[in-house]
């Protein structure tokens, strides 16, 4: 009955995100013909539809942050991954407009693909050729004072209950070829609210908690030490995971799955 009820509340989030979508959807149609125009409207309209989809399926975000954040400079935001809730929970954190890159098969999703058509930048991990023009285009936008948002675990594993995996390179060396600041971000509680799209587990109402990280500085670094930001980045971000979750006790069995 639990898993039956859950399976329900996917359902409902995943209809509160369309109808705000369906209605905002001839203005954001507007709006994306002209991305280079409208960049900030088109940010502010997707972070409009994915809370409001939250907020009336009962989903609600908390934010903590380890030092002030000074949101006038662009970062390279780098949050882990466990849960298609981690979108908005960035949009939510996030008060100035930035953009995702994310995986290729986003663009067969009717809300989300708008985005990646316009103002975010899709990646075919698979091609070594979309790889290099998807960093280009965040290199461009960087330069143009953008932040941009890269989950640098890649995707969101098939382990459960999740963990922090191995980090890929190409968002810190972003960040020191670029000499800005990368912002590590840990989001706590989504993968027990939606594990991945939902679709094994379903949904539930509550509250993801949100820690944000001091900015680490990259300034003066070179391209070699990409690795080193790399691993403190990483080290970092798994002391605030393993201590803010009881992994450790909880068991793979059918009950702790679908809790």
């Known amino acids: 009955m639990l898993l039956f009820l859950k399976k329900v509340h996917r359902i409902w989030y995943l209809l509160c995100v369309l109808f ?4 905002l959807f ?21 972070r409009i539809i994915s809370v409001l989809g939250t907020t009336f399926s009962g ?8 030092s002030s954040i000074d949101w006038s ?17 960035i949009t939510f954190m996030c008060p ?11 663009l067969r999703n009717p809300v989300t693909r708008i985005f990646f058509k316009s103002i975010d930048i899709v990646v075919d ?5 979309s790889a ?6 965040a290199d461009n936008l960087v330069k143009a004072g953008r932040s941009i948002v890269i989950f640098p675990e890649g995707k969101i594993d098939d382990e459960y209950p999740p963990r922090l995996h191995e980090f890929k390179s190409g968002s810190f060396k972003l960040a020191v070829d670029n000499q800005i600041q990368i912002l590590p971000v840990v989001i706590q509680d989504a993968w027990q609210t939606l594990w991945d799209s939902g679709d094994k587990f379903g949904s539930k109402p509550g509250i993801i908690h949100i820690q944000v990280l001091a900015p680490i500085d990259t300034k003066d670094m070179t391209s070699t030490q990409a690795d080193e930001i790399q691993s ?26 679908i809790i």
């Open 20 to 23: 705000f979508f369906i209605l």
């Open 26 to 46: 001839p203005l954001l149609y507007v709006l994306t013909r002209r991305p280079d125009k409208h960049y900030s409207s088109i940010a502010y309209m997707r």
């Open 59 to 66: 989903i609600f975000f908390k934010i903590e942050y380890e």
């Open 73 to 89: 400079k662009p970062y390279v935001i780098c949050p882990n991954h466990t849960s298609i809730l981690d979108i908005t929970a």
């Open 96 to 106: 100035q407009p930035f953009s995702f890159m994310g995986k290729v098969e986003l």
């Open 125 to 129: 991990r698979k091609s070594k050729i």
């Open 132 to 137: 290099f023009k998807a960093f280009k285009k």
């Open 232 to 257: 403190l980045v990483y080290d970092k971000m798994s002391t605030h995971w393993d201590k803010s979750n009881s992994l450790r006790n909880v068991k793979k069995t059918p009950t702790n799955k």
